[in-house]
């Protein structure tokens, strides 16, 4: 059975810095690109960021460049979320992901149950 855990979530202040973490099991990790999704209530699930198998590429959605760092450890089945800068905006539920591309919800084989993040302003 594939799970998929988040951690990490939480309330913070705007400006300030948050690390999700993602561990995995029931899957070959090595074998899976990992992304990380969010979603506010009434808004369709969005991709954020995701990572190929081996760690090579990283691609992100515009309104996450240069504050976001997606990262993963295949001998330890984790990936993680480094959030830093963030602002009112990037509240929401953050899910994990895995599949074989990861870039859009559909293309997505697994997720996690996710993690709240909740930034005061």
């Known amino acids: 059975q594939v799970q998929l855990v988040e951690s990490g979530g939480g309330l913070v202040q705007a400006g300030d810095s948050l690390r999700l973490s993602c561990a995995a099991s029931g899957l070959t990790f090595s074998s899976y690109a990992m992304g990380w999704f969010r979603q506010v209530p009434g808004k369709e699930r969005e991709f954020v960021a995701r990572i190929t198998y081996r760690g090579a590429y990283r691609y992100y959605a515009d309104f996450v460049k240069g504050r976001f760092t997606i990262s993963r450890d295949n001998g330890k089945n984790m990936v993680w979320l480094q959030m830093d800068s963030l602002n009112p905006e990037d509240t929401a539920v953050y899910y994990c992901?895995?599949?074989?591309?990861?870039?859009?919800?559909?293309?997505?084989?697994?997720w996690g149950q996710g993690t709240q993040v909740t930034v005061s302003s």
């Open positions: 992901a895995a599949g074989s591309v990861v870039g859009q919800p559909s293309r997505v084989d697994y």
